[in-house]
Structures are given as C-alpha cells and as structure tokens.
C-alpha cells in the first residue's frame, strides 16, 4: 500500500476514535477490557465503531446525540471494528443471535444481549432515525438518570 494511504487512514482512525471517545464512551482494546466492561451489572451500550465513511459517519454523531435523553445505559463503551480484532471478536461473543455488524449498536443488560441496532439500519438512514432507535431502546431498557 502507498505511504501516503496508510497515514490517511491512521488519520481517519485516529478521528474516528476521538469522536467517540469524545462523546463519553469508553474505548475498550483487548479481550480483558471487554470481559470486564461488559460483566459488569447493568446496562452497557456498545458502540461498534467503524471507518466506514458513510455508517460510521451517521453512527457516530448518533452515538453522542441519543445520550442527551431521560434514561441512558449505565455504561457507554467502544470497539474498533477492524482495528482492535481481539477486543471486537471478544464483544461480539455477547451478541448472540446477531451476525458481526459495523457500525452497529448493542445493549446489554447484566452481560447478556438486549437488542442491536445493525450497520443495515444505519446505512442510508438519516442520523436523527439512528438516534431515535437508540433512545426507544434507551426507553424501553434502561433506567432515568
């Protein structure tokens, strides 16, 4: 690959690892992280990140709007799907019943999956749809603050 690839993706990663961090989720990058993010008691949103330009570009703003909500998961965690491989093997271990998906959402509640929201309906979908998806999981699932 050309040199001046490579740097524009570490670039593209590193923003899109910022954005997110950013918006006050959690990154996890090993196995162990994940294993101790998510035994955790409660509920723990996992934002599957992505360099997909366009999912990961609706994604990710609707990751920090859907938290400025009423009720909210106990805890707001990343991975980087396609750069961390281990810690994301490791996540989707808990999303029984849902294929790998990135970008994608999964709520979990005491470790054991509640509902994904997939790249699929992401992709092509306005970020204010993603956002309501996630806060009507937010309702149905989670707590008030």
Same mark, same amino acid.
């Given at each position: 690959?050309?040199?001046?690839?490579?740097?524009?993706?570490?670039? +593209?990663?590193? #923003? &899109?690892? =910022?954005?997110? +961090?950013?918006?006050?989720? /959690?990154?996890?990058?090993?196995?162990?992280?994940?294993?101790?993010? !998510?035994? =955790?008691?409660?509920?723990?949103?996992?934002?599957?990140?992505? +360099?997909?330009?366009?999912?990961?570009?609706?994604?990710?703003?609707?990751?920090?709007?859907?938290?400025?909500? *009423? $009720?909210?998961?106990? #805890?707001?965690? /990343?991975?980087? &799907?396609?750069? *961390?491989?281990?810690?994301?093997? $490791?996540?989707?271990?808990?999303?029984?019943?849902?294929?790998?998906?990135?970008?994608?959402?999964?709520? !979990? =509640?005491?470790?054991?999956? !509640? /509902?994904?929201?997939?790249?699929?309906?992401?992709?092509?979908?306005?970020?204010?749809?993603?956002?309501? =998806? !996630?806060?009507?999981?937010?309702?149905?699932?989670?707590?008030?603050?």
């Amino acid at each position: 690959m050309n040199m001046d690839f490579n740097l524009f993706m570490n670039d +593209v990663v590193r #923003q &899109a690892r =910022k954005e997110i +961090v950013g918006a006050g989720y /959690t990154e996890l990058t090993t196995p162990e992280a994940v294993e101790e993010a !998510l035994s =955790k008691t409660g509920t723990t949103l996992v934002m599957v990140n992505s +360099v997909c330009g366009c999912a990961g570009g609706i994604a990710r703003p609707a990751a920090a709007h859907s938290l400025h909500f *009423d $009720k909210v998961p106990n #805890q707001l965690v /990343t991975i980087f &799907a396609g750069q *961390d491989k281990e810690a994301t093997e $490791k996540a989707r271990s808990y999303f029984t019943g849902y294929p790998p998906s990135s970008p994608s959402f999964a709520l !979990l =509640k005491d470790g054991k999956i !509640l /509902t994904m929201i997939e790249r699929h309906e992401i992709e092509g979908h306005e970020p204010m749809a993603v956002v309501q =998806k !996630l806060q009507n999981a937010f309702e149905e699932y989670c707590e008030e603050v």
